[in-house]
């Protein structure tokens, strides 16, 4: 084993840096050359590269993003572009690639094997929906994000009597807006896992409102969506190279359906992005480099086809094949009903 490739794909996160770091030392210590390629795998597409060393990584783990760029270019999408990414894997001696983010970019990891490339996926998605692993990288970071913008609307809402909307990230599964909502107090959580009823909503907001509490902080997956509509909210038409549709939306669409009900006043407020910027926490660091390093040592041991899979204190191996047949993970049913003891 003498040089491995990087890429990191997708959304970008606080911690990536941490990983790719991670990567580097290890791989340096034990002899190995680390090739990144930029932009996800727009990079190994167009041999777009260059040779990382323990400079180039050094004071890079508070900073949130990815030092490599990222892109959701998509290698099967492209006119033989799976032959072009196999003919510069080879160009470039690679004895593995190590492929940073979520279910597409890992998806296209796991299909490259018939292709030839050895791949090892270290699992990174703020969304914390790829399964055989408790945590992702980014997540711990965007959890962060919200409780704060949560705690923060807490003084306008009861300022001035207010129903405040917080639309979060969160395409099929709803953990950010679950633990980013409880963490902050939210009084009521709306996820894509559980269609929601706008009477329901009301009446929560009615119940508080007898109790002497003349406000609402409402927290929205902006993939969840009310019964009896058959698709998401989106913001545009259109899908990217994986087949998605750009959400957005869902926070304003519930505004104008309780504004028709409620006599309370109500404002919206899209987080978007800012979920996904500034510093790592503790725990995305820490989570970051034990992945970087485990994906190394997978690499040396010859093991491919692999994610980096984070299950309780340990770090293991888990099959790419068994991680992409059953992303994107859904909250559990247990974690569901917390929701629903806070208000």
């Known amino acids: 084993m003498d040089k491995v490739g990087l890429i990191t794909g997708g959304g970008d996160s606080p911690g990536i840096n941490g990983a790719i770091r991670a990567v580097v030392r290890k791989a340096r210590d034990e002899d190995m050359d680390v090739v990144g390629f930029k932009n996800g795998w727009a990079g190994l597409l167009k041999d777009d590269k260059e040779v990382l060393t323990r400079g180039d990584v050094s004071g890079i783990l508070p900073i949130g993003g990815t030092l490599l760029g990222s892109s959701r270019t998509n290698p099967f999408s492209v006119q033989d572009g799976p032959e072009k990414t196999y003919e510069n894997y080879k160009k470039n001696d690679l004895d593995a690639v190590i492929a940073i983010g ?25 969304d914390n929906d790829l399964a055989e692993t408790e945590y992702s990288i980014g997540f711990s970071s965007a959890l962060t994000q919200v409780m704060k913008a949560v705690d923060q609307l807490h003084t306008t809402a009861y300022s001035h009597h207010r129903i405040m909307i917080l639309e979060v990230m969160g395409r099929d599964s709803g953990w950010i807006a679950l633990f980013g909502g409880l963490a902050g107090g939210a009084d009521s959580i709306l996820v894509p896992e559980e269609p929601f009823n706008i009477k329901d909503v009301k009446g929560r907001i009615k119940e508080r409102e007898a109790a002497g509490k003349n406000f609402s ?30 959400l957005g939306g869902i926070g304003h669409y519930l505004k104008d359906q309780l504004d028709a009900i409620l006599e309370m006043p109500i404002r919206v407020t899209t987080l978007a992005y800012l979920q996904r910027g500034g510093e790592p926490t503790a725990f995305d660091r820490l989570l970051a480099t034990r992945c970087g390093i485990s994906a190394v040592e997978f690499c040396l041991e010859g093991e491919f086809d692999l994610m980096t899979s984070f299950d309780g204190s340990e770090v293991e191996p888990v099959s790419l094949e068994k991680v992409i047949a059953n992303s994107p993970k859904p909250i559990d049913d247990d974690l569901l009903r917390m929701k629903d003891l806070f208000y």
């Open 217 to 246: 902080i409402v927290v929205i997956s902006e993939g969840a969506s009310p019964k009896g509509l058959d698709q998401q909210i989106t913001r545009e038409t259109g899908t990217d190279s994986f087949g998605h549709v750009k």
């Open 102 to 126: 979520g279910d597409d970019t890992l998806g296209v990891a796991h299909k490259l094997r018939d292709f030839g490339v050895n791949a090892v996926g270290i699992p990174q998605t703020i």
